[in-house]
Nanobody, 124 residues
């Protein structure tokens, strides 16, 4: 069983930055693909970014490419999402997710462990 706990959300003005963290329990974190998703009110959950188990491969949604950076520290069992040049459209609950089955996809169904989410609000 893997537990994921996100932190770092908050209220920021447009153009600002935030760094989200996701701390994972378990000794096999370093073998998991990790992802970030977000869900805005009234909208479906959408993919944001993904990172391979080694950190050597990353992939981003077009809407955040060039502004967000996903990274991980396997020694600390933590994955990060650095968010720069934030826009009001980035307002959402952000979720960390783990794929322990090695599916390496960007659909939510590929991830079998989820955190509780952290709210990010970007004011205009």
């Amino acid at each position: 069983q893997v537990q994921l706990v996100e932190s770092g959300g908050g209220l920021v003005q447009a153009g600002g930055s935030l760094r989200l963290s996701c701390a994972a329990s378990g000794r096999t974190f370093s073998t998991y693909t990790m992802g970030w998703f977000r869900q805005a009110p009234g909208k479906e959950r959408e993919f944001v970014a993904r990172i391979s188990w080694s950190g050597g491969s990353t992939y981003y949604a077009d809407s955040v490419k060039g502004r967000f950076t996903i990274s991980r520290d396997n020694a600390k069992n933590t994955v990060y999402l650095q968010m720069n040049s934030l826009k009001p459209d980035d307002t959402a609950v952000y979720y960390c997710a783990a794929d322990s089955r090695g599916w390496f996809r960007i659909t939510a169904s590929a991830y079998n462990y989820w955190g509780q989410g952290t709210q990010v609000t970007v004011s205009s």
